[in-house]
């Protein structure tokens, strides 16, 4: 069913009063009825009627029948086509390497919200097993230019290599503990495991930041 905008909470209830009446006495309720029900006038229930009508929810079977509205048909949500997602290549979790792409499809019905613009990737290595993303699982990644501190995103690296890490944007260091150049160190991507330590760039390129793991058992 596709609604032109929103339905209001007294529209809502008008509908649910319309179904329960309709489930129970098997015809369609007058707007008299209606009316008696929420304890207004016809006329205001007419008005929203009107707008039940403009918005798809409901319709009339023909003009100037008392019991003539219907219900317009809702789809069965369960039936519709699961979304589906392209497996672009391998994201490092360990050292980094370079994304390859081997487009294969995987559906995901309701894990994630329809019309996000969504990708999947084949984690490789143990570096973020400390937040459950272990070696050959799929992470789903939300394609995202920008991320918040403590977000895991897919970073490329000044080599062009790809990796899998959490994203913390910081002040300048001034230590020698990690990879990368130790001066004006704006962005830490922190690996999830202890044995590893976080690499620290002046910039990086996100593509995008991951929102669901599916491990395949």
Same mark, same amino acid.
Request: charge should be negative; glycine fraction near 8%.
């Given at each position: 069913?596709?609604?032109?905008? %929103?339905? /209001? ?5 008008i509908l649910t009063?319309?179904?329960? &009446?309709? *489930?129970?006495?098997?015809?369609? %309720?007058?707007?008299? #009825? ?14 929203? =009627?009107?707008?039940? #009508? ?18 317009? #048909? ?7 086509a699961a979304p ?16 390859l792409e081997n ?6 019905? *309701?894990?994630? %919200?329809?019309?996000? *613009? ?7 290595? *143990? ?17 995202? $230019? ?5 977000? /895991? ?14 994203? &913390?944007? #910081? ?9 990368? $150049? ?17 690499? &620290?760039?002046?910039? =990086? ?13």
């Amino acid at each position: 069913m596709t609604m032109s905008a %929103p339905l /209001t909470p007294r529209q809502r209830d008008i509908l649910t009063f319309f179904r329960d &009446y309709l *489930e129970e006495q098997e015809i369609s %309720p007058t707007l008299e #009825e209606i009316a008696a029900h929420f304890g207004v006038n016809k006329v205001t229930i007419f008005g929203h =009627v009107a707008e039940l #009508e403009r918005k798809g929810v409901i319709k009339r079977a023909a003009p100037g029948v008392s019991r003539g509205l219907q219900l317009v #048909e809702e789809p069965d949500e369960s039936k519709e086509a699961a979304p589906s997602f392209q497996i672009l290549g391998n994201i490092a979790a360990g050292a980094p390497i370079e994304a390859l792409e081997n487009p294969e499809t995987l559906d995901l019905g *309701e894990l994630v %919200p329809r019309g996000s *613009e969504v990708f999947a990737l084949k984690v490789q290595g *143990e570096s973020m097993i400390e937040d459950a993303i272990a070696d050959g699982d799929l992470v789903l990644v939300e394609s995202r $230019n920008q991320a918040n501190n403590g977000e /895991t995103v897919v970073a490329i690296l000044p080599d062009g290599t790809t990796t899998l890490k959490r994203f &913390y944007k #910081e002040k300048g260091r001034g230590n020698t503990k990690g990879r990368g $150049n130790t001066k004006d160190r704006a962005i830490r991507l922190q690996p999830a495991n202890s044995s590893m330590e976080p690499i &620290y760039l002046p910039d =990086v390129e996100i593509r995008g930041v991951v929102v669901a793991v599916v491990r395949r058992m």
